[in-house]
């Protein structure tokens, strides 16, 4: 059975503050008036108050007797009743026939109705309803509290709505289970329950090489990978395509991935077969995305490797490169010579200082190269990876998303060449002609590509390999653009459909206009945005002048740094004395109390949506929290903390946690985190910082790189972080993805209470597409800017001259292309606010440049503007510097932080598998907002302290304070979960300075 405090079903606090009692448990003189109307008698009066706000409180009526006394007290003083009613008279009340008529009187009164058998029946549809979407019984349930509220009907039992909940989620379940595995031949349950079963000498079920994932793309592993996607490929072929809601899909493919084989053949077989079915599709989908992944991987391996190659050869080359000047000197030298033809012809033989033919050959290879030209360093390293490369993109067969089928017929050539071993093969073989199918191509593809004739001509044929490098190129950019995409993929599917139908943008966009205060109409939102950017150009300039902290040298624009805002002398103090009176406290005490204080266990229940059987559950959840969040790992964490096995540790991992529920103890964190009034001085909670930092892997899965900045294997844990210091989001990508295509998620997700609308970021974040995408989603998008001096400003029209300040201007805005596809880009904007679609998942393929999508050129276009705004603002304001500067500042505080509680393992994720190392990042990012919040707790308390002894304290003072503190906490040591030891309950009315009367 669901538990009450995991829903939104209302109940009291046995123990309400001062707060609460005055503001729910006052009543007011009109209900004292009611009550005097509802009874005669002084007890009926007490106890139809008591009724009446006890019900505004819960939406249903207890019994008298189950009211906190401080509740009755309070109410009885406030009506002026100077003893409240005895214990024994509330129970001769209730058992009275008056309590049927007063029930009936404050319904009136309410506006509410009691739930009849109609209503059951409707409050029946409404749980099916939610089950459609709603995997997990009290989300169901919470759906049913919110119709009931709407349709003014007094709540029932709780146990009610449990019993319908889980009814409906059933029924649903079993539907679509029905619904999957009737589509089965015999044949085809056969072959599922056969993955279920273990051949003789074999270690692992094909069940469980399902679940297979790519390692790092050695020549080997990628050729064992490919494999592994055509048996999965052969599998889907004979499999249905689930009709399933995405939230239900969701659920059950991480129950399918939980279950090993011995667990999936002890179900009902409609569900074995249907998780079955929805794991091997799901797998099947991360597949053709890691085919991709798997080519780019390949062809910027062989890229990177090719420019290591040309520095290599150009320093290798330094003394034949001066010996070629020293020689063309000379040459040059005897061409002066005063004299005869014959006599300078006779000099400059003389200087040659080798063979001519030997000369020109040097000359050629210094050619071939010039221009950091790695092209040619390509062919070698190409001829071991060509296979490779081929089935990938055999695998994945991608497709144009435009019109522009040029490189879909490239992809065809590649197909027909894959067993020829010409040196050079004619266009007409392939099908294609040099002007409509190579024209895409560089002058320095071109003439590495093409074969022209002996003498004038066009070329009519190719070199094959380095046709096939081309092509591969561009493939490879157009898989990263969203120019091509992969059918059955995920991450690389055609964006394009996830975008909302003409039916569903025209009905939500003038609503999304209202409440984003973004124009919907083109012609007056371009008026509108060319009339700001000129006046905001004008303003600039007119100011330029006496602004002391900008200034424009032979065309550059330098800006000189904000004054610093030293931290204050007394703030340093009062932050020593805090230091000092923190008490002392092992990590596990701080999680402990943390999860004491915020009952995050129960956010823990089997991804099967059943009832947790763990009678430890407390405990079991503390200890994973530290295993995973401070990556101690299984092993460690149990001869770390006694009574539990590392196989214990790692199931609960496996069986109840996922990326959701992980995300929901971090905002339950984080809403309690804000009550506090601390926070309040370090920020409004309006802005937000997104940076990332990277995390080490082992070389051995796909996610791991090689990081340029950092050096090293691993990935970047992408983190937004709140004015007040805590973390809001946090996401796991490559090494080798661009952050800033992430900057928007992190807003767009957030479920706490803490809404910010301005984003900070790091250079990453400078991109035309993510200001035009932020901009179109009423995000304020304030980066830090690195190299102002080489970004380029746009006129608003080519008539604009300024005074000051003209010289940063380059460009003119193309407003007629921004008119043009603003709806194109609004139903972009309409999609992610719906949720059909991720800002990342727009911006992967915005992102990166397209010669072939007009969306994109329409975003960038639009980024021009609002980026150019953006800059003006930039040079004018040091105050948007310094707080862009400070905002920065404290995403890399709290990436330090997290690492400095990622103590175990020496830093290194330990795990190999994508989405357990998401999980390590999250359950990270949680570990690290519950010491936060812990420590803020303790600073309230040592403030309280120091102000009661007569330390002076500002609001100054408070906002130099950070709340990432360290030296009280042991991180080190024995391990001892002590869940006798006394702790406060969290007191949110705290207050640092006395309350004004």
Not at 30 to 58: N, P, S, T, Y
Not at 894 to 908: D, R, T, V
């Amino acid at each position: 059975m669901t538990t009450l405090h995991e829903t939104a079903y209302p109940s009291l606090r046995p123990d309400p503050t001062p707060r609460e009692l005055a503001e729910l448990y006052t009543p007011s003189a009109e209900e004292q008036r009611l009550a005097c109307d509802i009874g005669k008698r002084a007890l009926l009066r007490m106890a139809a108050l008591i009724h009446l706000k006890v019900f505004q409180r819960l939406g249903y009526f207890i019994p008298l007797t189950e009211v906190p006394q401080v509740i009755r007290e309070h109410i009885a003083l406030q009506a002026g009743v100077i003893r409240p009613p005895l214990m024994a008279d509330l129970k001769r009340v209730e058992a009275s026939g008056a309590r049927s008529a007063l029930f009936m009187a404050l319904r009136r009164h309410l506006n509410v109705r009691p739930l009849d058998p109609a209503g059951h029946d409707w409050l029946a549809v409404v749980a099916d309803a939610a089950a459609e979407t709603k995997h997990a019984v009290a989300d169901i349930i919470n759906v049913m509290l919110e119709e009931l509220v709407h349709h003014r009907y007094e709540l029932p039992a709780f146990s009610t709505l449990d019993r319908m909940a889980f009814r409906a989620r059933e029924k649903s379940n079993n539907q679509y289970f029905s619904a999957i595995a009737g589509q089965l031949t015999a044949q085809t349950r056969a072959l599922i329950d056969g993955l279920l079963k273990t051949s003789t000498g074999e270690s692992v079920s094909p069940w469980q090489m399902l679940k297979r994932e790519p390692k790092r793309p050695t020549n080997k592993e990628t050729r064992t990978y490919i494999q592994h996607i055509r048996r999965l490929q052969h599998l889907v072929e004979q499999l249905p395509k689930p009709d399933v809601p995405v939230p239900k899909l969701k659920q059950f493919r991480l129950l399918a991935r939980a279950l090993n084989a011995t667990e999936m053949a002890e179900l009902k077989p409609q569900k074995r077969y249907a998780l079955a079915v929805i794991l091997i599709r799901a797998q099947h989908a991360q597949s053709m995305d890691d085919a991709a992944d798997l080519f780019i991987r390949l062809m910027q391996n062989l890229e990177n490797n090719a420019r290591q190659k040309l520095l290599s050869f150009q320093q290798e080359r330094v003394h034949k490169t001066d010996m070629l000047v020293g020689q063309l000197r000379d040459i040059l030298g005897a061409y002066q010579l005063k004299g005869s033809d014959e006599q300078r012809v006779q000099a400059i033989s003389t200087a040659l200082v080798g063979e001519v033919d030997e000369l020109l050959n040097e000359c050629d290879q210094h050619l071939a190269y010039a221009g950091r030209n790695h092209l040619p360093f390509l062919l070698q390293p190409f001829k071991m990876v060509r296979a490779q490369l081929l089935n990938c993109i055999d695998i994945a067969s991608p497709k144009a998303s435009s019109e522009d089928l040029v490189v879909e017929r490239l992809i065809q050539a590649l197909a027909t060449l894959r067993d020829n071993r010409a040196d050079t093969v004619p266009l007409a073989m392939l099908g294609l002609s040099e002007e409509k199918d190579i024209r895409w191509m560089s002058a320095q593809w071109r003439k590495l590509v093409l074969v022209k004739p002996v003498g004038k001509g066009r070329p009519e044929a190719v070199h094959r390999r380095y046709f096939e490098l081309a092509v591969m190129h561009a493939v490879k950019d157009d898989l990263k653009s969203g120019d091509l995409f992969i059918k059955y993929g995920e991450r690389y599917d055609d964006y394009r459909e996830q975008l909302v139908d003409d039916e569903t943008y025209e009905k939500e966009v003038g609503d999304y206009g209202q409440v984003t205060g973004i124009e919907t109409d083109p012609s007056v939102f371009v008026s509108k945005l060319k009339s700001a950017l000129s006046q905001r150009a004008k303003e600039i300039d007119a100011n330029f002048p006496e602004n002391a902290h900008a200034e424009i040298v032979d065309g550059r624009l330098i800006l000189s740094k904000p004054p610093r805002s030293d931290i204050v002398e007394a703030a340093a103090r009062i932050d020593g004395m805090i230091t000092e009176r923190m008490k002392a406290a092992s990590i596990v005490d701080l999680m402990i109390d943390t999860e004491r204080w915020l009952d995050l266990h129960k956010l823990f229940r089997p991804l099967a949506g059943t009832d947790s059987r763990l009678e430890d559950l407390r405990m079991r959840v503390i200890t994973t929290l530290f295993c995973y969040g401070c990556n101690l790992g299984p092993v460690q964490t149990a001869k770390s903390i006694k009574g539990l096995s590392r196989r214990q540790i790692s199931w609960l991992n496996l069986k109840y946690v996922s990326e959701d529920l992980l995300d929901s103890a971090i905002v339950k964190v984080i809403n309690a985190y804000n009550k506090f009034e601390l926070p309040g001085y370090w920020g409004t909670g309006k802005h937000a910082s997104a940076d990332g930092t990277k995390w080490n892997l082992y070389e051995q899965n796909l996610l791991s790189e090689h990081h340029i900045r950092y050096g090293g294997y691993g990935g970047i844990g992408y983190y937004h972080v709140s004015d007040k210091f805590i973390a809001l989001f946090s996401h796991f990508i490559s090494c080798g993805t661009y952050e800033g295509i992430h900057i928007l998620d992190g807003l767009m997700s957030n479920e706490s209470d803490i809404r910010p609308d301005t984003i900070h970021g790091d250079t990453q974040a400078q991109s035309y597409p993510v200001f035009a995408l932020a901009h179109l989603l009423g995000i304020q998008l304030m980066p830090r800017i690195r190299g102002i001096q080489d970004l380029k400003f746009h006129r608003p029209e080519s008539s604009a001259a300024y005074q000051n300040i003209n010289a940063l201007f380059s460009d003119v805005i193309d407003w007629a292309l921004i008119e043009l596809h603003l709806p194109a880009m609004l139903r972009v904007a309409v999609s992610i606010k719906t949720g059909k679609i991720t800002p990342s998942a727009i911006l992967r393929r915005l992102g990166t440049y397209s010669r072939k999508n007009k969306l994109y050129f329409a975003f960038v276009e639009l980024g021009k503007v609002i980026r150019t705004m953006f800059l003006l603002s930039y040079i004018g304001d040091v105050g948007l510097r310094k707080v862009i500067h400070a905002e920065t500042n404290k995403s890399e505080q709290f990436n330090g932080f997290a690492g400095w509680s990622f103590f175990g393992g020496e830093g290194i994720i330990a795990e190999n598998i994508r989405h357990e190392q998401r999980k390590v990042i999250k359950y990270n990012h949680l570990v690290a907002n519950m010491i936060i919040l812990h420590n803020v707790v303790g600073m309230t308390r040592v403030l309280r302290e120091l102000r009661d002894e007569g330390t002076e304290i500002t609001p100054e003072i408070l906002g130099g304070l950070a709340p990432f503190r360290t030296a009280h906490i042991n991180r080190f040591g024995d391990y001892t979960l002590d869940f006798r030891r006394k702790i406060g309950p969290l007191d949110f009315d705290v207050s640092i300075f006395p309350m004004k009367s």
